[in-house]
């Protein structure tokens, strides 16, 4: 199966900064069959990305998605408060699809 | 709007079964692979299982192959999942959400416990 490591495994960032959030694949992901996920804490995840560079119907443009092959990153432009949460990379390229462990974003 | 209710989740002693419900509305519910993923407790997130807009295809994680069992009924716009020999790892939050792939909507999640 394919492994998604992420890094960092947490970002201490304020308001206003830039995040970038690192999702590695142990395997090429075919057709950019990549996706980012937000999860808040007691709430579902919710897709932000797909494609690695496609956004979700209703995501702000201050999240942008990159990569191919097995490098992939996140960026939000500008942190908004309701912006500190976990985000999760996914795979579908290649059955079973799996998931990254996760970056946590928190206020510094 | 898009809904996803998931039920039927609660405690279970280790070898029993479990049959999760998820209720769609706000979408044409034959047209979309359908998906469930589970979150551990303080953990992050597992694919679970996925069946095609007819049924006619399932997929499984291989750490519940042959125990789980995903299915759905076009008419009622319901998923499933029919969940035996449980064992304390399957404990964890499972979620239902649409999409072949990416998983665009997702339900609240329902609890399942196995603990004895």
């Known amino acids: 199966e394919i492994v998604l490591t992420q890094s960092p495994a947490t970002l201490s960032m304020s308001p206003g900064e830039r995040a970038t959030l690192s999702c590695g694949a142990s395997?090429?992901?075919?057709?950019?069959?990549l996706a980012w996920y937000q999860q808040k804490p007691g709430l579902a995840p919710r897709l932000l990305i797909y494609d690695a560079s496609s956004r979700a119907t209703g995501i702000p443009d201050r999240f942008s998605g990159s990569g191919s092959g097995t490098d992939f990153t996140l960026t939000i432009s500008r942190l908004e408060p309701e912006d500190f949460a976990v985000y999760y990379c996914q795979q579908y390229g290649r059955s079973p699809w799996t998931f990254g462990q996760g970056t946590k974003v928190e206020i510094k | 709007e898009v809904q996803l209710l998931e039920s039927g989740g609660g405690l279970v002693q280790p070898g029993g079964s479990l049959r999760l419900s998820c209720a769609a509305s706000g979408f044409t519910f034959s047209s979309h692979a359908m998906n469930w993923v589970r979150q551990a407790p303080g953990k992050g997130l597992e694919w679970v299982s996925t069946i095609t807009s007819s049924g006619g295809s399932t997929y499984y994680a291989d750490s519940v192959k042959g125990r789980f069992a995903i299915s759905r009924d076009n008419s009622r716009n319901t998923l499933y999942l029919q969940m035996n020999g449980l064992r304390v790892e399957d404990t964890a939050v499972y979620y239902c959400?649409?999409?072949?792939?990416?998983?665009?909507?997702w339900g609240q999640g329902t609890l399942v416990t196995v603990s004895s």
């Open positions: 395997q090429s992901v075919s057709s950019t069959s």
């Open positions: 959400a649409n999409g072949w792939g990416n998983l665009a909507y």
